[in-house]
């Protein structure tokens, strides 16, 4: 579970990876239980960035003192989809910020 803390830690996560990357983070949704994310990585592997984006999320979260098991707590695999024009961005960008449901709370 992603609790307020937690969901801090990994949204800033995922912004440093897309800032140090150059990529472009068009929108997040970090929720209590998963992450949706649209970016654009250009000619990488999206398996490449879903991999950035698990590994950086847990280090910012142990940094953080937020996460302290030694394993992941992630999922061995992630749902991944690429996007091919413009109508697929827009339809993603409006699922993640409009088909999560109701805003978390910033503290738990």
């Known amino acids: 579970m992603l609790d307020a803390a937690r ?3 990994v949204e800033a996560a995922i912004r440093e ?3 140090l990357r150059k990529w472009t983070l068009h929108t997040i949704n970090v929720r209590t239980n998963h992450v949706h994310v ?6 990488k592997r999206s398996e490449l960035a879903l991999n950035a984006f698990k590994a950086n999320a847990t280090r ?3 940094q ?9 707590p ?13 109508l697929s961005l827009e339809r993603a960008i409006d699922y ?9 709370p910033e503290s738990d």
Do not use: H
């Open 96 to 104: 993640v910020i409009n088909g999560q449901g109701d805003e978390l």
């Open 74 to 86: 992630w999922v061995d695999k992630g749902s991944r989809r690429n996007l091919w024009n413009e």
């Open 38 to 43: 649209v970016v654009s990585i250009g000619a």
């Open 64 to 72: 953080d003192a937020c996460w302290q098991m030694n394993y992941s």
């Open 7 to 9: 969901r801090k830690s």
């Open 60 to 62: 910012q979260m142990r």
């Open 17 to 19: 990876t897309c800032a």
